[in-house]
């Protein structure tokens, strides 16, 4: 068995900037509608939206691949388990594309605050 990790951390403020700037089309771009429709239901909705941010990147940490190989962020979701667990879910499409083996198990564990919003990811190939 192999682990691979991927840690990141973000501004929520940068986020926040960036959402205003470009609007949906940024949102669009990076998160899928049930994400969205998430994290626009909170309070704070940009903590919410930079832990995911969070999360996306530091899959790709663990999955050892780069923005330039065409993953599209929206290939990663964080969805939420029963228990409000957060995890993260990626097509099959997308996970035999970057050469993830079937099986793989993938802890994440999300925080944020005000000012910023971290993402730790845990991949485990068989």
Partial sequence: MEIRQGIDIVSVERLEEAARRH??????????????????SKRYKYEHYAARFAAKEAMMKAMEIRRKNRLRFREIEVRRRPTGKPEISMSEESQVRFGLPPGIRVELSMTHERKYAASFVLLFLP
Wanted: with cysteine; net charge neutral; proline share 6%.
């Fill in 23 to 40: 609007g949906e089309r940024f949102l669009k771009r990076v998160f899928t509608p049930d994400e969205r429709a998430y994290c626009d």
